[in-house]
């Protein structure tokens, strides 16, 4: 069974780090592009970082200098390393994987307007002191 399964989400206060984890079964990310995006309540989803099957990576504007994707792909496992993080960051985080080969412009936009993507249920982030 394809399934994708976010972790490490949780309450942290302002100017503090999560890491989040997109674990994957049932396929191989290694050729795959994943993306992490977030919805917070009463807006619609964004894209916050996405990577592509040559380690090209996106970032949202406002989440720039302050969070990083990466893949382990022995893990089968892609990371977002989340610092500094603010009370805007609030959202239930979700990664999405497509089996193609996609460019770094505009890419969460290509991602998750893909038919074929496989979604994680999502990790809920609440940043609160």
């Known amino acids: 069974q394809v399934q994708l399964v976010e972790s490490g989400g949780g309450l942290v206060q302002p100017g503090g780090s999560l890491r989040l984890s997109c674990a994957a079964s049932?396929?191989?990310?290694?050729?795959?592009?994943i993306g992490w995006f977030r919805q917070a309540p009463g807006k619609e989803r964004e894209g916050v970082s996405c990577?592509?099957?040559?380690?090209?990576?996106t970032y949202a504007d406002s989440v720039k200098g302050r969070f990083t994707i990466y893949r382990d792909n022995a893990n089968n496992t892609v990371y977002l390393q989340m610092n500094s993080l603010e009370p805007d960051d609030t959202a239930v985080y979700y990664c999405?994987?497509?089996?193609?080969?996609?460019?770094?412009?505009?890419?969460?936009?290509?991602?998750?307007?893909?038919?074929?993507?496989?979604w994680g249920k999502g990790t809920r982030v609440t940043v609160s002191s």
């Open positions: 999405g994987s497509v089996h193609d080969a996609l460019g770094v412009k505009a890419m969460c936009e290509q991602l998750q307007h893909r038919s074929t993507i496989v």
């Open positions: 990577i592509n099957d040559n380690d090209g990576k």
């Open positions: 049932g396929f191989t990310l290694d050729y795959y592009a």
